[in-house]
């Protein structure tokens, strides 16, 4: 009966990955738009095609199954209007609409979506996911590549890439891309030093410290003219090649950048799953968005803790589980809707989250003290407000960095999707 089982599994592998060759080639499609907008309106519009050379991703898991993120991007075959890729993300643009600004003015950002390069005809729809969390359509957008010679094929920054930690073949692992924000010339050899201390960082903490074997990591070699990066409260200004910036938002912490075109064109140096830009400098900062990308600095003391907490955002779509730090958002969350963010919860539809978890004794809420602090729970305060949303444990490393250990609800999450890249 097992060597059944196990014949099926086999079979069925082989059928999926044969769906790929089907209608892929091994490398990668990029769409870039526009999204532009206030805090209530929005619009997308197309900006152009580019062939990539790789493909980090997986050939079997191409339908995304998790419905993180604020976004969706599907891509149909036309002939039967079949299903053939999906993934949902989270974007700049959607963070800065709950800013004051939003309120006051229009922004337009550029943003990016990725899949396997298609042969055929497809259609790539842009979904969005409206306060009450159901994702409406925004935007459609249809390409034959054998007949349209528009995408283009010239990589924009062209740099080598090195090999950091590799453990197997890109599309049965968990692929990041490191690139170097505000290392010179001269500190290249620096920012390779940082990218072994990256994967040390990283494998510090479980779960991914028991799954090194699934993880492949890369840094490509492109420097900037500056050292350092932007802090425009402090008039510091750096010539760096993703115009990196503290203060994203006017959060002093908030280290991001809206040059997407410059970090997709780099990233496209290597296979990726993840793309982490590691920031030259040693104030306090980083930031992440899930499948996005995701920021960290070098030389914090707390970087280790920084770039876990960061990656929980990007790769895992973990919320912030803080609540007591000043931010530049305002109804981050909608308390009528339960929150996509796995390790949050508004209790509106708690069954989808970590009730399976709870021991049955368990208070719910939770009351925050002494006797629950090491116990797994539903805690109020957490996503940035101290009423309405809850967090599974007093302390985690999506909290605080007090604790540095993931809470098992933010473990589980982040299993549950290095699973997705690599089986
Ligand atoms: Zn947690």
Not at 185 to 208: R, S
Not at 305 to 312: A, K, M, N
Request: charged share 25%; aromatic share 16%; hydrophobic share 35%.
């Amino acid at each position: 009966m097992k060597y059944t089982i196990t014949l099926f599994l086999v079979l069925s592998t082989l059928a999926v990955s044969a769906q790929f060759d089907n209608f892929f080639l091994d490398k990668t499609m990029r769409m870039d738009y526009y999204h532009s907008g206030n805090h209530e309106t929005e619009f997308y519009s197309f900006d152009e095609l580019i062939e990539e050379p790789y493909w980090g991703g997986s050939k079997m898991n191409l339908v995304d199954t998790f419905e993180y993120g604020n976004y969706y991007v599907k891509v149909f075959n036309t002939q039967n209007d079949s299903l053939l890729y999906s993934r949902g993300y989270s974007s700049l643009f959607g963070e800065w609409q709950t800013t004051r600004e939003a309120e006051e003015t229009w922004r337009t950002l550029s943003e990016a979506v990725v899949f396997p390069y298609p042969k055929q005809e497809v259609r790539i729809e842009l979904y969005g996911r409206n306060w009450d969390g159901v994702f409406e359509k925004k935007f459609e957008y249809t390409v034959d590549p054998s007949a349209n010679y528009f995408v283009k094929q010239e990589n924009r920054l062209t740099y080598p890439s090195f090999d950091v930690h590799i453990s197997g073949d890109s599309q049965k692992k968990v692929d990041i891309v490191i690139l170097p924000e505000g290392y010179t010339e001269e500190e290249m050899g620096a920012f390779i030093e940082d990218c072994q201390k990256f994967a040390k960082d990283l494998f510090a903490f479980a779960p991914y410290s028991e799954n090194k074997d699934k993880f492949n990591i890369r840094g490509v070699l492109a420097p900037s003219r500056d050292s350092g990066v932007d802090i425009p409260a402090d008039t510091v200004w750096k010539n760096t090649l993703m115009n990196a910036s503290f203060y994203t938002f006017d959060s002093e912490r908030y280290l991001m950048t809206f040059d997407n075109k410059s970090v997709r064109d780099l990233a496209a140096n290597a296979p990726y799953d993840q793309i982490y830009i590691l920031v030259n400098s040693k104030k306090y900062g980083g930031g992440a968005i899930y499948n996005y990308y995701n920021v960290s600095v070098n030389s914090n003391a707390k970087s280790a803790q920084i770039l876990s907490h960061e990656f929980g955002h990007g790769f895992a779509g973990l919320g912030d589980e803080y609540f007591d730090s000043s931010t530049s958002y305002e109804d981050f969350y909608n308390l009528k809707a339960e929150p996509w963010e796995p390790n949050l919860t508004t209790l509106v539809n708690f069954e989808n989250k970590w009730q399976d978890m709870l021991k049955k004794k368990t208070p719910v809420p939770t009351p925050d003290i002494e006797q629950y602090y090491n116990k797994l729970g539903v805690f109020e305060g957490g996503g940035y407000v101290a009423k309405g949303v809850y967090r599974p444990m007093h302390d985690c490393m999506m909290n605080t960095f007090k604790d540095t250990k993931f809470c098992p609800v933010c473990a589980r999450a982040i299993q549950r999707m290095i699973d997705f890249y690599t089986e």
